[in-house]
């Protein structure tokens, strides 16, 4: 049980497009999701937390209006990187929290050139 | 200080030995103790959980917690080289639904 899915796991895109993540919790509902970046050799960093029905918190230096945020259903909540610049390029993880505890989706791999 | 710490590494240790992992957290009021395993290029993978002072033992792995001493360990026994990734502490604070991540530390057990 406690079955995250993201997709895609990989996208590469140009400079000024914008770029949609999707995060499935597969068989629980989640009611708080959450959004990481991490980029090589660091550690993961918490970049806001997705609460269905309502706007997400952002984490302080993480620009809303860069990264958007959607959670429209208890198993569903999408990061849109618009306008997306190389600086974005990461490794970009979600998490469902159920039962007090936080379950890993496989991550997406972001490459703007 | 940083809220959680853990030493970088790595940590090496060699197959069928017993590797220990060291965590400390800064805020008193922390409730739930995770650990993560993370290969490299990989998310993280929950490996367990404690809540409570004392052990708590799933297959190879034990964790320990000391809130007294602010500080929860992992240790893995029989050690394999397929446990060799880097292993994250994350601490969730009272009412809150985040997690706060150490920087992991990097196990590599040799055959």
């Known amino acids: 049980g406690a079955v995250v899915s993201q997709h895609p796991s990989w996208v590469i895109c140009k400079s000024g497009t914008s770029v949609k993540i999707e995060c499935r919790s597969l068989d629980f509902q989640a009611t708080t999701m959450f959004w990481y970046r991490q980029f090589p050799k660091q550690s993961l960093m918490l970049m806001a937390t997705s609460n269905e029905g309502s706007k997400a918190t952002y984490e302080q230096g993480v620009e809303k209006d860069k990264f958007l945020i959607n959670h429209a259903s208890l198993t569903l909540s999408t990061l849109t990187v618009t306008s997306a610049h190389p600086e974005d390029s990461s490794f970009y993880i979600c998490?469902?929290?159920?039962?007090?505890?936080?379950?890993f989706g496989p991550g997406t791999r972001l490459t703007v050139l | 200080q940083k809220e959680v710490e853990q030493n970088s590494g790595p940590l090496s240790v060699p197959e069928g030995a017993i590797a220990s992992l060291n965590c400390t957290y800064s805020d008193r009021g922390s409730q739930s103790f995770f650990w993560y395993r993370q290969y490299s290029g990989k998310s993280p993978e929950l490996i367990m959980f404690?809540?409570?002072?004392g052990d708590k033992e799933d297959g190879r792995f034990t964790a320990q917690l000391n809130k007294a001493s602010q500080y929860v360990s992992l240790l893995i026994r029989d050690s394999q080289p397929s446990d060799s990734a880097t292993y994250l502490c994350?601490?969730?604070?009272?009412?809150?639904?985040?997690?706060?991540f150490g920087t992991g530390t990097r196990l590599q057990v040799f055959p």
């Open positions: 998490s469902a929290r159920t039962s007090g505890t936080q379950y």
């Open positions: 994350a601490v969730n604070r009272y009412n809150t639904d985040k997690l706060i």
């Open positions: 404690i809540y409570s002072n």
